[in-house]
């Protein structure tokens, strides 16, 4: 039977406040029904097996945080690489089998812009099949365990989900499982401990980190999640980065002008100072060959004024002697 459009939710009868509402888990209706009266129940959560209702189970908080981890860096991926579209709002397919139609609600799913079947806007269920499911494991009864890990897994593994994961708190219960040519599931293999999706090309994870569950901010620097994690922070960081190089690299530049200018200031002060010295010097020698020639001239207007007065002292003497020798004569 094909999905069909959902009408009102059945009417019940109010429950007391704080009573658990009334599983009707176990009970055989038919697929009309299904859509009609249970597929939207927000009390109790069912997914249809070849007729008979099933309620999904219930996860423990830490496996939830594990899921909740995966789903925000799978939310990263989609963001930074929209090849996908992710739904985790209870949405279920409709996959016909060999052994009977089941009506599943993975705990999200992922549908590739590749897909066959688009997903419009409007959908309140999915009319093809999903490329990824992803389901919180339930270990609160045996039932729960072998319900995703062996039922559901040969269910979407024949109804042509290319990739199922399995999230758990415990390392132990992590499954993750790509679906062959054969149509069945065998594990990713992981490298270093690394899983790699092949429906969505890029995507991969840590297993480890799945449980340590590191901060997503701190991802961005890990070479794992760093080509999907946050790459327009990275970005902006690295440009911020990079502007304040250029601006220490500018300011180095600036100050080595600086620098130069200062050293230029100084030697055209030291070449002033040295011109200034050299003009001072050489007024000084020409003051020196000054005086030299000052008191050389006054040298020489004293030895002519000497050999002037000694001229007239020999003129004075020769008169002298030519008066005593006319004396002497008159005598």
Same mark, same amino acid.
């Given at each position: ?11 019940? =009868? $109010? ?5 658990? $509402? $009334? ?80 009506? =599943? ?50 269910? @979407? ?27 069945? @599931? ?14 969505? $090309? ?72 040295? =011109? ?56």
């Amino acid at each position: 039977m094909s999905q069909t459009a959902l009408a009102e939710p059945r009417r019940t =009868r $109010p429950e007391p406040a704080g009573a658990a $509402p $009334p599983s009707a888990a176990g009970r055989y209706v038919s697929e009309e029904e299904y859509w009609r009266d249970y597929y939207r129940d927000s009390d109790v959560h069912y997914e249809w097996n070849n007729g008979r209702l099933e309620e999904k189970p219930v996860s423990n908080y830490e496996t939830f945080l594990v899921y909740q981890w995966f789903m925000l860096l799978l939310e990263h991926f989609l963001t930074a690489r929209p090849i996908a579209r992710m739904v985790a709002l209870e949405m279920g397919f409709r996959l016909p089998l060999p052994t009977g139609t089941v009506i =599943r609600k993975p705990d999200f799913g992922v549908v590739c812009n590749d897909n066959p079947q688009p997903l419009l806007p409007l959908d309140a269920s999915y009319r093809g099949v999903f490329d990824l499911c992803v389901e919180a494991l339930s270990d609160q009864e045996r039932r729960d365990l072998l319900r995703d890990t062996v039922v559901k897994k040969a269910e @979407y593994a024949a109804g042509g989900v290319p990739e199922y994961y399995i999230m758990h708190r415990a390392p132990e219960h992590q499954a993750f499982f790509t679906r062959t040519a054969a149509g069945v @599931y065998v594990p990713i293999a992981s490298e270093d401990g690394v899983i790699r999706s092949r429906v969505l $090309p890029g995507l991969q994870f840590r297993v480890a980190d799945l449980c340590r569950r590191p901060a997503h901010g701190t991802l961005r620097d890990d070479p794992v999640y760093a080509a999907f994690v946050l790459p327009a922070w990275r970005a902006l960081e690295e440009r911020a980065a990079a502007q304040a190089q250029a601006l220490r690299e500018a300011e180095e530049h600036a100050a080595a002008e600086a620098q130069a200018r200062r050293e230029a200031e100084q030697d055209a002060a030291a070449q002033a100072q040295a =011109r200034q010295q050299a003009q001072q010097h050489a007024a000084a020698e020409s003051n020196r060959a000054d005086n030299e020639s000052h008191r050389a001239a006054a040298e020489a207007q004293a030895r002519r004024q000497a050999e002037r007065r000694a001229q007239e002292a020999e003129q004075a003497l020769a008169r002298l002697q030519a008066q005593l020798a006319g004396r002497d004569a008159a005598q």
